[in-house]
């Protein structure tokens, strides 16, 4: 599958776009830039560059990680409500970060009120978590969960790990130089959300109308027994929602003819 044509969007740590491959990623950036960190080079190409990414070839919407949020998201609802066009709105939004839960929830109803998805720690630590060979762990030290509120510890603290999807994260990516590769063997949460999001960035641009729950419940579906996840069953999946939603239309349309001709 490929990710030309599809749009999504990040907010992470800056990046300086003439540092990045534009033969492989196309990243259009929103605001100005002010310097360049790994950080944000490696989730961009984990989710869409040509090279290695999920979504390869995707466009990415890049936005740089400031503590205003809210007027990040304002723009990417901005920006889809004024596409002329269905396939140039963003789709999915990436991050690597966790808002308030109650935060969370306006603001992913509000992205979805104009067609895209969001995923981040909130919603993602209750659905994935990242192995290594047979290594299924959360990857968060103590000081790393002092970061969230304590919801979100409990919650993670919960969390049972047999009920979660696993995503293979031991792979390489771009970081650390402008133009070279890393093998990574270990992993956390940051590495893991963009490809899941890249994953429904592929499937939603199918389906339009698969949301980030959606595609959560159909990757528990076509898991392996191991719990990993099944890009491809996933797939199969989408396109019998599809084909179903087909029918009913279909159907709708042959009963109108049919009360049209009573008439």
Same mark, same amino acid.
């Given at each position: 599958m490929s990710g030309e044509g599809i749009n999504v969007a990040i907010i992470d740590e800056d990046v300086d776009i003439s540092k990045m491959d534009s033969n492989d990623i196309n990243l259009i950036y929103h605001g100005e830039s002010t310097g360049h960190h790994y950080h944000g080079q490696t989730v961009s190409s984990l989710i869409a560059s040509k090279s290695? !990414?999920? #979504? *390869? !070839? #995707?466009?990415?919407?890049? @936005?740089?990680?400031?503590? &205003?949020? =809210?007027?990040? @998201?304002?723009? %990417? %609802?901005?920006? +889809? *409500? +004024?596409?002329? +066009? &269905?396939? =140039?709105?963003? %789709?999915?939004?990436s991050g690597s970060w966790s808002i308030k839960g109650s935060e969370f929830e306006k603001w992913q109803q509000e992205l979805r009120n104009v067609g895209c998805e969001l995923v981040c720690q909130n919603n993602f630590i209750r659905n994935f978590t990242e192995i290594r060979g047979d290594d299924v762990i959360l990857d968060m030290n103590e000081e790393e969960k002092q970061g969230f509120s304590d919801d979100m510890r409990q919650m993670i603290e919960a969390t049972d790990l047999d009920s979660l999807v696993k995503i293979p994260i031991n792979r390489t990516y771009h970081q650390y130089k402008d133009d070279g590769f890393k093998y990574q063997a270990s992993y956390s949460n940051s590495w893991g959300i963009p490809q899941a999001a890249g994953l429904l960035a592929l499937y939603k641009a199918k389906d339009r109308t698969l949301t980030f729950d959606d595609f959560c419940g159909l990757c528990r579906k076509t898991a392996n027994e191991k719990g990993v996840i099944n890009p491809a069953g996933v797939l199969e999946e989408v396109e019998k929602r599809l084909e179903k939603t087909m029918q009913n239309e279909n159907n709708r349309l042959e009963k109108n003819d049919i009360e049209d001709e009573g008439r």
């Open positions: 290695c !990414g999920v #979504a *390869k !070839g #995707a466009n990415v919407h890049f @936005f740089q990680k400031t503590k &205003e949020k =809210d007027k990040q @998201f304002e723009q %990417i %609802i901005e920006y +889809n *409500k +004024n596409c002329v +066009n &269905e396939s =140039d709105k963003i %789709i999915v939004l």
